[in-house]
């Protein structure tokens, strides 16, 4: 009270007073402009109208509504989402799994033992009955080999070379030309509105940080996956992280849950998958108080995309399938709730 | 070219013109106003002028500096902070064990073997000098009895009961009023230029994740630390995540490098840190391009906190101390370049 008394001081309080009020009214009408300008277009352009794209909707709408019942604070706005075959293409075999095929093959001169020893000797010869024979264990050396006894940096570079020049056997696209364009299109809705989008993926986290980022602009911290273990040490004089043949975790099934207690601490609010992998991902999600969604992307385009579910040994959809219809869990039927698959077919 | 040759559609876009450059000059001029707010009070008040201070506002002045040849781009200003003797007190014992040795007081109803088994018997008995005698086996045996074998969410019960509650035995302040004010300075300064802070820390991440969110304004996501085997499982129908005995990763020495870059995938630019737990996680960071800043807080306060460096068994600063001086390093002397320890002696 005595301050104001003071003229000169008084002046300067109404200056910043009316600095203050000047400052609101502009934040005010960017805030309006701002919002007329988003609600002139459809933030999911390739979804079909129809109940999926409306659950979706309704959902962003009643937790991002001030004074909603089903309200969210931004920073508890956090949704995950399973890469394969939920954000890109996995058949007919997991992407990594072609990136460790070729790895093998680029590797081969250094390792001339690898000729006559499975599971190597399949995949140089391009053999997959073969390679097929030598079942889980193969598949794990064939990752191991391939993944580890370099530094991380040294893998980055192998996996960016590879992306951006190796193709899909069917499609013939680079393999980053294979994700979903309406997944896309949901990854940047739910960040307008203020979410956090995390990947959480069986996929390895190196692999998956080499390029996603570029991809589905996703920063490295936001990226879980598998993890080997890392061993820190000096080489020429320079500190280097190198991954070893152990695995740290398997982000996978119930190992999902685990993955994002450990990167995150917080339970999403949102989670989409495709395969019983994500079922626990999936439950654990719906397990919070308040609104939650679980969504998945069920595989129904053998002429656009590939067609399975129950049966199929990559991207098995059953169980999760039982469970979503019995909750009432968001399920995409990609034949019909998207109008484009890959980015490229958009008009 | 066609388009703007209809009337209707030339005014609308004339129209979106004249909003948008009104629009920029809002924007200008709130900046302008926001930068006048923030130059008028000093963002260290904490920190006598120096040396010291100087590199800190230095370093924080050319990253930010649009067209310095040292600018980083405000998604590559990661900080990384050490919490034990670094953002809080860590004497005569670290925090984290004046918690367990309390634990092991309140579950020891539910474990009567515990009165004749060390080294919980020393540890109820108030006997330091016969729990000192167990070694790191007895502490081990003391973490694993207090940080596994209940829910995540149980644990964070427990650390939440314990720190409201728990009194150093020197101070007698709550522990988390033994949080040093220079650095809070420090943290918010850093995230005010655009910087994402984190806590890298050999501390359990889950006891961390329980207190520091509102103590340091660092959301669970962005605090790294030592991390236990977690089991997913269901408990009365609800999912739940169960703190094993086994230990996932010690994010200490050569392990903080290995948490930064599971947790992050990328670099930091600046870390501070006060041991040698912290000598690896600074090598690491000013081992990249560009600008690099690597701390040490040095314990030269006797008076107002404690003195330590070489021969203490707590936060032992020999070899760290020796590279920070080698490599000119900054190395925070807390007795001169601070003007305060704690908050409450703000003035």
Known sequence: MQVSSVPGVARAGENRRHTRSWVWLCLLALFAWANVSLAAQDPLPSWNDGSTKQQIENFVHKVTTTGSPDFVA???RI???DNDGTLWAEQPEYFEGFFALDQV?????QHPEWKTTEPFK???AGDMKGL???GEKGALELVVATHSGMTTDEFARNVNQWVSTARHPKTHRVFTEMVYQPM???LHYLRDNGFKTYIVSGGGQDFMRAWVPAVYGIPPEQIVGSQGELKYEMQNGAPVLVKLPTVALVNDGPGKPVGIQRA???KPIFAFGNSDGDQQMLEWTVSGDGARFAGIV???DAAREWSYDRNSSIGKLDKALDEATAKGWTVVDMKNDWKVIYPAEKQ
Chains 1, 2 share one sequence.
């Open 74 to 76: 931004p920073e508890k």
């Open 79 to 81: 949704a995950v989402f």
């Open 105 to 109: 093959k680029a590797m081969a001169p």
């Open 122 to 124: 399949s995949a140089l």
């Open 132 to 134: 097929a024979a030598t």
């Open 184 to 186: 896309l299109e949901l």
């Open 264 to 266: 995150l601490g917080v």
């Open 298 to 300: 069920h595989h129904t």
